[in-house]
């Protein structure tokens, strides 16, 4: 079975390195690795408010160990992102993806919030580009241009080996700079139903 990703890809996704088509694999799978999480210090408030939404976290932190569980059900790819700190708490962050038309899909942090992104393969990295956010009311979408809430979304994930990834998320508003930045390293491993891994990605 094809997935989420592949579909939005098409011929594109031959082209990506062993470690992202596992990353991206249709199976359960989880992500094990380490997360820097940066932001300026003013930022802190209105990203307490965005976490009671789902959307992004409010604590900062370096090497951080963290899980990203994965699977994709019905057109849908589901992740459930979980980072430990220093101090023993655990964070969540949880998101749904849903194809958009073409190269786009829509992040949802709730059934409606979300951001919507276009996908394209540069070289053997994968890009992601922002595009707006949006709201969604049922048969009603309302899109927000990304100046009004964050500013503009940039992913790139790009391999280190046959199986392992670097991945670098940033917000950048064009008044306030760089207002959100998570990077990291992981590798992936496809989990059986019970949720055990199973193998290493190859």
Not at 47 to 68: E, M, W
Not at 174 to 182: A, K, N
Request: proline content about 5%.
């Amino acid at each position: 079975m094809s997935s989420l990703m592949q579909k939005i890809l098409g011929a594109d996704w031959e082209k990506l390195p062993a470690s992202l088509k596992a990353h991206y694999q249709s199976g359960p799978n989880v992500d094990s690795g380490h997360l820097d999480i940066e932001f300026p210090r003013w930022m802190t408030p209105y990203l307490r408010v965005l976490q009671v939404f789902g959307a992004l976290l409010a604590r900062s932190g370096k090497q951080l160990p963290t899980r990203v569980h994965k699977n994709v059900r019905a057109d849908c790819h589901y992740w459930r992102r979980t980072m430990s700190f220093p101090d023993g708490r655990q964070v969540c962050f949880n998101s749904v993806w849903v194809a958009a038309g073409g190269t786009r899909l829509i992040d949802y942090v709730n059934p409606v919030m979300g951001l919507e992104m276009r996908a394209f393969v540069k070289g053997e990295e994968l890009h992601y580009a922002g595009v707006r956010y949006v709201l969604n009311f049922g048969w009603f979408r309302l899109g927000l241009p990304e100046w009004l809430i964050l500013g503009h979304t940039t992913i790139v994930e790009r391999a280190l080996s046959p199986n392992a990834f670097a991945m670098d998320f940033r917000l950048t508003h064009p008044c306030f700079g760089q207002v959100f930045r998570y990077s990291g390293t992981f590798v992936t491993e496809r989990v059986d139903v019970q949720g055990r891994s199973t193998c290493g990605c190859s």
